[in-house]
T-cell receptor
Framework: AQSVTQLGSHVSVSEGALVLLRCNYS??????LFWYVQYPNQGLQLLLK??????LVKGINGFEAEFKKSETSFHLTKPSAHMSDAAEYFC??????????FGAGTRLFVKA | DSGVTQTPKHLITATGQRVTLRCSPR?????VYWYQQSLDQGLQFLIQ???????AKGNILERFSAQQFPDLHSELNLSSLELGDSALYFC??????????????FGEGSRLTVL
């Protein structure tokens, strides 16, 4: 069965510092991989996705993620954190277009 | 705005009661998904419907049921409510069932408080 593990329920960075949110997945077949962001009192919105092709995918707000099949990872990065990036981030895996499984989420804090 | 509409946004009720949450998917989306988000359980998949038929089931309790109507809106019914059912319930929709890339569009959620 597929699963998603996000390392670290809370990550704190200083404004301008690198953001790295870790995600590992398990799947017996090539998955679709996603990062979603949830701002306070809002629903989740798609940040970026990997389906096929280029393994480095770019998303909104300067975020990007790299699919590494050998490491079963899909870590999310942003070179320079901004205060507005403070939110909860969810990694998700989808197999064949059916059920999407979400990780437990990582809350990102950005310090001034 | 994702295009997914959920009502009500907030609901407060008592234990033992029954509530209905409603979701209208994005125009053209045939699949509707229900998720429960709570502090201790995270984001849990409940159930998926595609064009009126149940397609996948997750950790949905027997006290909960859902359906998708011919106009594609969906309702999640929660009965014999318990304190632990207090959570944020999200509806999401997607273009299709198996042919899509699985991208979900979420509503803003319905916050249920059971007292």
């Amino acid at each position: 069965a597929q699963s998603v593990t996000q390392l670290g329920s809370h990550v704190s960075v200083s404004e301008g510092a690198l953001v790295l949110l870790r995600c590992n997945y398990s799947s017996s077949v090539p998955p679709y991989l996603f990062w979603y962001v949830q701002y306070p009192n809002q629903g989740l919105q798609l940040l970026l996705k990997y389906t096929t092709g280029a393994t480095l995918v770019k998303g909104i707000n300067g975020f990007e993620a790299e699919f590494k099949k050998s490491e079963t990872s899909f870590h999310l990065t942003k070179p320079s954190a901004h205060m507005s990036d403070a939110a909860e981030y969810f990694c998700a895996v989808n197999i064949g277009g059916f059920k999407t499984i979400f990780g437990a989420g990582t809350r990102l804090f950005v310090k001034a | 705005d994702s295009g997914v509409t959920q009502t009500p946004k907030h609901l407060i009720t008592a234990t033992g009661q029954r509530v209905t949450l409603r979701c209208s998917p994005r125009s053209g989306d045939l699949s509707v998904y229900w998720y429960q988000q709570s502090l201790d359980q995270g984001l849990q998949f409940l159930i998926q419907y595609y064009n009126g038929e149940e397609r996948a089931k997750g950790n949905i309790l027997e006290r909960f049921s859902a359906q998708q109507f011919p106009d594609l809106h969906s309702e999640l019914n929660l009965s014999s409510l318990e304190l632990g059912d207090s959570a944020l319930y999200f509806c999401a929709s997607s273009v299709a069932q198996g042919a899509s890339t699985g991208e979900l569009f979420f509503g803003e959620g319905s916050r249920l408080t059971v007292l």
